[in-house]
């Protein structure tokens, strides 16, 4: 009797240790947390590209294109974000040497268009008020912008050592991956093996779904957009092409968020024609292509996700938990739909027999 008893005060305090260990561990890694989510994100986006070198370098040593791959995309990353930083500061410092910033061509150009419907006693009030305003906006939006920029200088010790910290992660993970998952679903406790299988295939094809081609179809946009915005002759096409991929990627916003307001300028400055072109290529090459026929495409054809799940995981989060809910989000609605098809797949045939007209 006294062998049981032992044996189950080893496992209770064994697992009293397990569990405190892991919190322990949990709470001394939670400052690093946004960077451990990001490196898990950026390993799995990266591993297609790691495999892709892999095979036209036929390079099998997996530390040598892992390395490459890291290369790629970090000499991409500084080369847009390098010239973000020259387009701001080149600006900003032309605003600030400046000092009057002479909004009345733009707005005497908004306010001709206005001749035929108001007064001209009225029209003067109105653009009194109207470049006041406009003055106050622009200066707080330099001001703001100005703060941003300071506040990335002073805190770019820790984002330098972040970005270290996150290249290390990916390359360790892209080596030892695959080799880290086949360990853990080893000793996942289960007697169906085909579940825990047929889970992480439906999970890997919706996350490849969510991230790789939602990322594969904004990337491209922004490429379109930068060449297409070159071509109409916008001014920093390279780093308006950077925003355009970013607002594709949330939903709510989108491209239009760019070439709208842009074109609403190329009107009020009197260049009609550009403007009307920048609607055009916006509307169909930005917006009606990548977002209503090849996105929806790729992704019903690699994860079959409906539009309101994307909608959802990609714009719900954000509110809620700031800008990594466009990683935490997708990666937790995709978890659920995963569990949820596994279970389809799974659990429900087995009731067939007892509950007729269960699955179709």
């Given amino acids: ?13 064994f697992g009293i240790v397990v569990i405190s260990s892991i919190l322990l561990v949990g709470y001394l890694s939670w400052a690093f947390i946004n960077i451990i989510i990001l490196s898990l994100f950026f390993v799995y986006v990266l591993s297609p590209l ?36 020259f387009v701001l500061s080149h600006e900003l410092s032309v605003l600030t040497e400046n ?57 770019l010790t820790f984002f330098t050592m972040g970005f270290v910290v996150i290249i290390f992660l990916v390359y360790y993970l ?29 999970l890997d094809k919706i996350y490849n779904s969510l991230f790789n081609v939602y990322l594969l179809v904004s990337l491209l946009t922004g490429i379109v957009g930068a060449i297409g915005l070159m071509l109409i002759g916008v001014q920093y096409p390279v780093m308006w092409g950077s925003v355009i991929a970013i607002l594709a990627l949330l939903p709510v916003l989108g491209p239009g968020t760019f070439y709208i307001p842009a074109a609403i300028y190329y009107f009020l400055v009197n260049d009609p024609v550009r403007a009307i072109v920048l609607l055009i290529f916006g509307w169909l090459f930005l917006d009606t292509i990548p977002g209503n026929v090849i996105r929806p495409k790729l992704m019903n054809q690699f994860g079959n996700i409906h539009p309101i799940i994307t909608l959802l995981s ?32 799974y659990i429900k045939p087995k009731n067939e027999d007892t509950i007729p007209g269960v699955m179709n």
């Fill in 50 to 85: 790691e495999k892709k070198i892999r095979k036209i370098t036929r390079i099998n040593n997996p530390r040598i294109t892992a390395a490459i791959s890291i290369v790629l995309v970090v000499l991409v990353f500084f080369a847009i974000f390098f010239n973000m930083i």
């Fill in 174 to 202: 892209l080596i030892d991956g695959e080799n880290i998952m086949k360990n853990f679903i080893e000793i996942i406790p289960t007697n169906r093996p085909d579940v825990i299988k047929g889970f992480i295939d439906h």
């Fill in 314 to 345: 990609f714009t719900a989060p954000l509110f809620v938990i700031g800008p990594m809910g466009i990683i935490i989000g997708p990666a937790a609605f995709g978890f659920l739909l995963a569990i949820y098809r596994t279970y389809i797949g």
């Fill in 99 to 155: 000092r009057q910033i002479d909004t009345n061509g733009i707005i005497n150009s908004g306010m001709n268009l206005l001749n035929d419907y108001i007064p001209a006693s009225i029209q003067s009030a109105i653009k009194d008020r109207i470049t006041s305003s406009a003055e106050d906006v622009i200066l707080f939006s330099i001001k703001l912008a100005q703060g941003i920029v300071t506040d990335f200088i002073s805190n």
């Fill in 1 to 13: 009797m006294k062998e049981p008893e032992d044996q189950k005060r080893f496992v209770i305090i």
